[in-house]
């Protein structure tokens, strides 16, 4: 069983960048499939991006396509998602999950077997 703690939110204003972490224990990042997700005010929760096991393989949301990038160390047990130009409509809190052991790819959360507590990420215009 993993466990996973995202940190790196915070307060920017629109066309800043934040970076989130999202740090895995108790297993070895590089067996799951991974995954950002959010979830607005008022919002269902959405996939953001998501990193295959070796990180060979990402994908994005259309909203957010060119603007974030996930990557992951499996070396440090971590992955990442650097957020630029950010957008009012980018608030929300953010989640990191995992999928598997070697889970196969998923935009689905409902698919997804572990979760992490959320960082809040406010964007001001």
């Known amino acids: 069983q993993v466990q996973l703690v995202e940190s790196g939110g915070g307060l920017v204003q629109a066309g800043g960048s934040l970076r989130l972490s999202c740090a895995a224990s108790g297993q070895a990042l590089s067996l799951y499939f991974m995954g950002w997700f959010r979830q607005g005010p008022g919002k269902e929760r959405e996939f953001v991006a998501s990193?295959?096991?070796?990180?060979?393989?990402?994908s994005y949301a259309d909203s957010v396509k060119g603007r974030f990038t996930v990557s992951r160390d499996n070396a440090k047990n971590t992955m990442y998602l650097q957020m630029n130009s950010l957008k009012p409509e980018d608030t929300a809190v953010y989640y990191c999950?995992?999928?598997?052991?070697?889970?196969?790819?998923?935009?689905?959360?409902?698919?997804?077997?572990?979760w992490g507590q959320g960082t809040q990420v406010t964007v001001s215009s």
């Open positions: 990193s295959s096991r070796s990180a060979g393989r990402t």
């Open positions: 999950a995992a999928r598997g052991p070697f889970g196969p790819s998923s935009y689905d959360g409902n698919e997804y077997d572990y």
